[in-house]
């Protein structure tokens, strides 16, 4: 079995605003396209990604690009300087290893700030594989890096679970076809485009209760 985790919001807890990340790029999105185009561009949930994204786009000097990436990485520096990890994702994830599980990271996180979150937690004690907004070209919701974490082990979808707390991990294993478990039952505005899914789970270890 391939089990692909999400990182922060699910193994690791970190203080990341993201909701106050998404204010500020769209408080500077407003100084680059019109009021109608902007209206128009916040009318459906977007990730931070997809606001970057369409800040480039729309960016022929590169100064909002520039200032918006300086912008969300302060915000994750900041957000992982008391970031703290559930008592239950070691042992569990321990467990799963002498199940024979292949474990993976799927995150929208850079490297840098990957690297330093398996560092502080331990958790490449267990984790086979990590895959970073750094290392594909399109980022969750798009099925990219699932994919390659398949490719990598040679799985088939049917042996895929992905765990996540947000509506893009859901979205990005609807993309690929795998089964899917939201976790945390108050993720709030993580979910925000209601994507459905078969299986719930408040804790890590309740994993090991899926029958996989």
């Keep these: 079995m391939l089990i692909i985790f999400d990182l922060d919001g699910t193994l690791v807890q970190s ?9 500020e790029l769209k408080d ?11 209206e128009e561009f916040v009318s459906i949930p977007r990730s931070i990604l997809e606001i970057l994204s369409y ?3 729309n960016d022929s000097s590169c100064f909002y690009s520039k200032k918006a990436w300086e912008i969300v990485e302060n915000y994750e520096i900041k957000g992982y300087e008391n970031a703290t990890i559930h008592d239950d994702v070691l042992p569990t994830l321990k467990i799963l290893k002498e199940k024979g599980a292949t474990i993976a990271i799927l995150t929208n996180n850079s490297r840098k700030l990957t690297d330093f979150a398996m560092k502080q937690f331990n958790l490449n004690k267990y984790v086979d594989f990590v ?4 290392d594909v070209e ?11 974490i398949m490719k990598k082990f040679n799985r088939s979808k049917e042996e895929t679970l992905f765990i996540g707390d947000s509506w893009l991990d859901a979205e990005s294993a609807f993309n690929a076809g ?6 945390g039952k108050d993720s709030g505005e993580t979910r925000e485009k209601k994507i459905p899914a078969k299986i ?8 090991l209760n899926l029958g996989f």
């Design 15 to 23: 203080n990341i605003l993201y909701s106050e990340i998404k204010k």
């Design 28 to 38: 500077l999105l407003k100084g680059i396209i019109s009021k109608e185009l902007y």
């Design 55 to 57: 800040i480039s786009k």
């Design 131 to 134: 895959v970073t907004r750094d």
């Design 138 to 148: 399109r980022v969750k919701p798009d099925p990219e890096g699932i994919y390659k």
């Design 178 to 183: 795998v089964k899917f478990a939201y976790f």
């Design 200 to 207: 719930e789970i408040n804790s890590i270890s309740e994993v």
